[in-house]
């Protein structure tokens, strides 16, 4: 889709990252200092404010609240908050809600920033998704050479752990439609990404049934830091821990790489792991409707404090494979609306540490800027069978994609469910042999 926003243009060299680092030093310099006063101005702020009963950061309910893309950018180069800019309207309301064309409108819409989704693979042919994709520039293509030594052959646009092999397209729809909503191109078609012009990396971790083993997501994980992701979106879960999965996440942030996860969708009080560790490293995301409601299925944030914001997740339109459409709801679809916020703050600032970006999203999040809200019970489920289709006798050792109910099939649920998960009893049968034969100890 192609929107009329007003925004400072940047040439190729204004966007090499490695020039700016070489040209203004000072300013990057300066830009990090504000951005750090900025931060202890505006906790100092909400400090007194809690004295006085004034707000509340942090409720068990939606966390911090919903982002204000246009708000983290501003003060992620230290400037007071910049004046709203008009809606968008239309299938753009998301970007609405959490306030991107605020940056659009500032210049400011992903340029230069690669984000990872972790996921079912991403069609990199789409009309609206193929100018925005991750290229290797160190890998020559078809040779057979592990031409940037990285340990994989051939990566040209990522890498599939699933198979291991360099197939990274999207034999499910779910990642192209997480894809797009970061990513999508401001054309004249479709949807327009959160992060127009920022460049999507597939790391492709499940199957086309929407599964797949933490030991997939740890290696997706490393490889995307490893080779240049500043964001990874994470759009998928489980209902057990994992202490390598925590060591990979600990590892992403120490190379200041930002990880975006899923709350998961079972209504559940607390989110579901890996994002039940985002009080330690990088996000959590639960979902809200289009009236900033939030939804009967998103797992909630907790009584633990952990960094967890809400985004659009309910009927959200983006790309699917083959130069489709689609409309899907879950927090998988809430997921890469932070991320893609993320990349509009970092492409203000790449100078940002994880822990800076992390405090930037809260501290600008709706809880920490309006009054108190009460911690709100849970409501019923509004689907006669558990959102969570696979039960947890299974051993909660494979993460299925909590992110989202998929398109397909069920007509009175608004298509929500993928043709993959109409199956369980066979898939649990799958995941089942897979423990017994392939790896029986997967978990650390």
């Not at 309207?89 to 210049?107: H, K, L, S």
């Not at 989110?271 to 039940?276: I, Q, T, V």
């Not at 509009?344 to 930037?360: C, D, F, G, H, K």
């Amino acid at each position: 889709m192609k929107l009329d926003v007003t925004a400072t243009s940047f040439s190729d060299s204004q966007l090499n990252m490695q020039d700016e680092k070489l040209v203004i030093p000072q300013l990057q310099t300066s830009l990090e200092t504000s951005v750090i006063s900025a931060v202890h101005s505006y906790l100092i702020l909400e400090e007194e404010s809690q004295e006085s009963g004034t707000t509340n950061n942090y409720n068990t309910n939606n966390g911090y609240g919903l982002i204000n893309a246009g708000n983290a950018v501003s003060m992620a180069i230290g400037q007071t908050p910049y004046p709203k800019a008009p809606q968008i309207g239309g299938n753009n309301w998301g970007a609405d809600m959490i306030n991107a064309p605020t940056a659009w409108q500032n210049g400011y819409t992903g340029q230069g920033i690669i984000v990872a989704v972790l996921d079912t693979g991403v069609d990199y042919n789409h009309q609206d998704l193929n100018d925005n994709i991750w290229f290797n520039p160190k890998e020559i293509v078809g040779n057979g050479i592990d031409d940037d030594g990285n340990g994989y052959i051939d990566d040209i646009r990522g890498w599939n752990f699933q198979s291991n092999n360099n197939n990274v397209l999207d034999d499910n729809g779910h990642g192209t439609h997480v894809s797009g909503t970061i990513a999508g191109e401001n054309n004249a078609i479709g949807v327009t990404g959160i992060a127009y012009n920022s460049r999507i990396m597939p790391v492709k971790v499940l199957d086309e049934k929407g599964s797949g083993s933490y030991t997939s997501i740890i290696q997706g994980i490393r490889y995307a830091t490893d080779n240049g992701a500043r964001i990874i979106n994470m759009s998928l879960g489980g209902g057990s821990g994992s202490d390598g999965l925590k060591s990979a996440l600990e590892y992403a942030a120490s190379k200041n790489v930002i990880v975006v996860m899923a709350a998961g969708n079972d209504g559940n009080s607390i989110p579901s792991y890996p994002a039940r560790y985002a009080y330690n490293s990088g996000l959590a995301v639960g979902a809200v409707d289009i009236n900033n409601a939030t939804t009967n299925f998103s797992n909630r944030s907790g009584s633990q404090e952990i960094k967890y914001v809400t985004a659009p997740g309910e009927d959200i339109y983006s790309t699917v494979p083959n130069n489709k459409y689609a409309n899907y709801t879950g927090t998988s679809m809430a997921t890469p609306h932070v991320a893609g916020a993320i990349a509009l703050m970092l492409s203000a600032n790449p100078n940002l540490t994880e822990s800076q970006v992390r405090e930037i999203i809260v501290s600008t999040a709706e809880n920490s800027t309006k009054p108190p809200q009460p911690n709100q019970p849970l409501p019923p489920s509004p689907f006669p069978f558990p959102i969570n289709l696979f039960p947890f006798d299974l051993g909660n050792q494979f993460p299925t994609d909590i992110g989202s109910q998929f398109p397909s099939q069920f007509p009175d649920i608004g298509s929500q469910f993928p043709i993959g998960f109409l199956q369980t009893s066979s898939l649990e049968s799958d995941l089942l042999g897979w423990v017994d034969e392939q790896d029986p100890t997967p978990w650390i």
